[in-house]
């Protein structure tokens, strides 16, 4: 069973996506339970990461936001959706992020949006993403957690800051949406986005993939 | 699963600590009588009977050493103190020193185990958890890959297949064998048994705990169907004349089922919703509520399909507890129609039904004219009582009766399913000696 967290958009009170298995109990009124239309879903998208040794905010737009003193997990969003909106993006000064901003650079805006999750992760593990969901509300990311390789230095209770770039192939309006969710799970991206795979199908209404 | 082991049983229980429990258990009630939680503590420290498992036909002392040593030589290929020179991850670390530390207490208990079945079940559990560790360390320190164990995994495959081929429904006195096959049944069933050890599935590629994962299965899998064929081995050779009891063993139960059935009809009505329910009666938020609850789960119409599980020994073990519940559930249910509802109203109370449990368990245990059947459930029955005495090991002060309700419904429960296991193993017993 993974393990679901969902974190709430900062801005105003918003509908979160309901998720998989195991997350009843906050679903919001516009979506069902399971969801059945996961039409628009990008498996394995282009991404770029970035892992912070400081618990700070790693990408943003225009003023730099203060870190949060308190330590408490942090998450945090951005959409990059043209051109413009990328000249606006700075990145924390960390290994990769020229990558990074080559990865935003490069984008075909017009067919694509980029977004960026960013929260706080254990230090020996890694974020894996999985796939992506949307639609012109919600965005969804699914992750599969995975161990960093042996020979990284890391203790179990340190963290980083992971900032995941995900290119998005639609153009969407993040004044659109409302509700974000992602879910972190101990099982592999393969399983996780066969998952998917099998309930597009039977909402398709052809035979379910293995079995 | 027919064998409850202490830790089986543990996992049936363990709903949570006691802490925060009232509030949690939707049959923790609201009876607000404190107790006098030291009296209870100190009730709960006096010895109680555990009745070890135990195989009709033993274990080889030579067959024990071996396992003992490879338990001994996997746990001495891993350093005992991984530090972050050897393992820098500290997560992957972690995960290995657990495993390490987890076979160590294995080995532990191994040498403490007061029957040579219990050492032997202890010992398997160290190898594969030593496993686990030596597999991962060998990932990181030599390279050791998943691919290399693919032959390793083959051979244990092919020994399995090689023993199921071999291994008969036989023995001498249907009923130990009944007992010893049932041991053997659960090493080497189909399902465990074909598990596709050697897949990938909780680690990624390159992950040296994905190495451990593997041959983690790999050992469980070996130790398995090398303890199973011991096992048969000892039985076979424990007899002259090995008969075959298979068709034996399928009448049993049949007749067992009828049997069953029967009796269970005859039970005044239960609505298996509130197996609790007694006409006139108010049992609510007491003990016998509890009780009744979980004695009547075996009972229970909508678990028959253990009946006809493939393994047919099991089965059999099964049917032995299901006329065991039926019993219980009739005998205390009756005590409850006639008044009785186990109120707690103090530490006394709590004090006396242990003590009803244990003498229970003992007298079961001294009586009974089938005693390898008995002592398998009576092993269940004492754990349970060893498992609530932990948990009212550290009551508060003044605990009240609402929280410790499960607890205490749970000495109500190993009294009645001891009192009833004697009868239940003769009447199992008497059917597969005469069909």
């Given at each position: 069973m993974p393990s679901i967290t969902r974190r709430r958009a900062l801005s105003g009170a918003v509908a979160l996506l309901t998720g998989f298995a195991g997350c009843s109990g906050e679903s919001s009124s516009?979506?069902?339970?399971?969801?059945?239309?996961?039409?628009?879903?990008?498996?394995?998208?282009?991404?770029?990461?970035?892992?912070?040794?400081?618990?700070?905010?790693?990408?943003?737009?225009?003023?730099?936001?203060?870190?949060?003193?308190?330590?408490?997990h942090y998450w945090n969003h951005v959409f990059v959706t043209s051109a413009d909106d990328a000249a606006t993006v700075s990145?924390?000064?960390?290994?990769?992020?020229?990558?990074?901003?080559?990865?935003?650079?490069?984008?075909?805006?017009?067919?694509?949006?980029?977004?960026?999750?960013?929260?706080?992760?254990?230090?020996?593990?890694?974020?894996?993403?999985?796939?992506?969901?949307?639609?012109?509300?919600?965005?969804?990311?699914?992750?599969?957690?995975?161990?960093?390789?042996?020979?990284?230095?890391?203790?179990?209770?340190?963290?980083?800051?992971?900032?995941?770039?995900?290119?998005?192939?639609?153009?969407?309006?993040?004044?659109?949406?409302?509700?974000?969710?992602?879910?972190?799970?101990?099982?592999?991206?393969?399983?996780?986005?066969?998952?998917?795979?099998?309930?597009?199908?039977?909402?398709a209404g052809t035979p379910g993939g293995a079995r | 699963?027919?064998?409850?082991?202490?830790?089986?049983?543990?996992?049936?229980?363990?709903?949570?600590?006691?802490?925060?429990?009232?509030?949690?258990?939707?049959?923790?009630?609201?009876?607000?009588?404190?107790?006098?939680?030291?009296?209870?503590?100190?009730?709960?420290?006096?010895?109680?009977?555990?009745?070890?498992?135990?195989?009709?036909?033993?274990?080889?002392?030579?067959?024990?050493?071996?396992?003992?040593?490879?338990?001994?030589t996997l746990l001495d290929a891993v350093p005992a103190n991984l530090g972050p020179e050897q393992v820098p991850n500290g997560a992957i670390r972690e995960r290995i020193r657990r495993k390490r530390e987890h076979a160590a207490d294995?080995?532990?208990?191994?040498?403490?185990?007061?029957?040579?079945?219990?050492?032997?079940?202890?010992?398997?559990?160290?190898?594969?958890?030593?496993?686990?560790?030596?597999?991962?360390?060998?990932?990181?320190?030599?390279?050791?890959?998943?691919?290399?164990?693919?032959?390793e995994a083959d051979a244990v495959r092919e020994d399995r297949r090689a023993f199921r081929e071999r291994w008969q429904y036989v023995g001498g006195d249907p009923v130990a064998a009944v007992r010893v096959h049932a041991a053997i049944e659960r090493r080497v069933d189909r399902g465990r048994a074909d598990l596709a050890f050697g897949e990938p599935r909780r680690y990624r590629l390159g992950n040296?705990?994905?190495?451990?994962?593997?041959?983690?299965?790999?050992?469980?899998?070996?130790?398995?169907?090398?303890d199973a064929a011991h096992c048969y081995d000892r039985l076979v050779q424990s007899v002259d004349e090995p008969t075959a009891l298979r068709a034996r063993f399928v009448d049993a139960r049949e007749a067992l089922r009828d049997a069953f059935e029967a009796e269970r009809e005859a039970l005044p009505s239960v609505d298996p919703a509130k197996p609790w329910q007694v006409e006139g009666v108010d049992v609510a938020d007491t003990p016998a509520?509890?009780?009744?609850?979980?004695?009547?789960?075996?009972?229970?119409?909508?678990h028959d399909d253990r009946w006809g599980e493939a393994s047919l020994a099991r089965s059999l073990l099964w049917v032995h507890g299901s006329f065991v519940g039926l019993a219980a559930f009739a005998s205390l249910r009756e005590r409850v129609a006639d008044g009785e509802t186990f109120a707690v109203e103090s530490a006394e109370d709590v004090a006396a039904m242990r003590s009803d449990a244990v003498e229970a368990v003992r007298t079961a245990a001294d009586e009974s004219s089938v005693p390898v059947l008995t002592r398998t459930m009576l092993t269940d029955a004492a754990d349970r009582i060893g498992f609530t005495d932990d948990r009212l090991s550290d009551v508060d002060d003044d605990v009240t009766a609402a929280r410790i309700r499960r607890e205490v419904s749970t000495y109500l429960v190993a009294a009645a399913r001891a009192r009833a296991t004697p009868a239940a193993s003769e009447r199992v017993a008497g059917a597969i000696r005469s069909a």
């Open positions: 516009s979506s069902s339970y399971p969801p059945e239309d996961v039409a628009n879903v990008a498996f394995d998208p282009e991404s770029y990461s970035l892992r912070n040794p400081r618990p700070e905010p790693t990408v943003w737009t225009d003023e730099r936001p203060t870190p949060d003193e308190e330590g408490n990145f924390a000064n960390v290994p990769g992020a020229a990558d990074a901003r080559d990865f935003i650079d490069s984008t075909d805006y017009d067919a694509a949006t980029v977004y960026v999750e960013q929260s706080t992760v254990q230090e020996c593990f890694a974020p894996e993403l999985c796939h992506v969901r949307w639609s012109e509300t919600d965005v969804h990311t699914s992750y599969a957690r995975r161990y960093r390789d042996a020979d990284v230095a890391c203790e179990t209770d340190a963290e980083d800051v992971v900032a995941t770039l995900v290119r998005i192939p639609a153009v969407l309006d993040p004044d659109d949406i409302s509700s974000y969710g992602s879910s972190h799970g101990s099982g592999t991206c393969e399983r996780r986005n066969e998952r998917i795979r099998r309930r597009a199908n039977a909402t | 699963m027919t064998e409850l082991t202490r830790r089986g049983t543990l996992a049936l229980l363990g709903v949570g600590t006691l802490a925060g429990c009232s509030a949690a258990n939707p049959l923790g009630g609201d009876d607000e009588t404190e107790l006098d939680g030291a009296a209870i503590r100190s009730a709960v420290a006096a010895e109680s009977p555990r009745i070890p498992e135990r195989l009709p036909v033993g274990v080889g002392s030579a067959h024990l050493a071996a396992t003992r040593e490879r338990a001994r294995s080995f532990d208990r191994a040498h403490e185990a007061p029957t040579p079945f219990e050492r032997l079940e202890a010992f398997a559990d160290a190898r594969a958890e030593a496993r686990f560790a030596a597999g991962a360390w060998r990932a990181i320190d030599e390279g050791l890959t998943r691919e290399e164990l693919a032959d040296p705990l994905g190495v451990g994962e593997i041959a983690e299965e790999i050992e469980r899998a070996r130790v398995a169907v090398d509520e509890a009780a009744l609850d979980d004695l009547y789960r075996p009972v229970d119409p909508r």
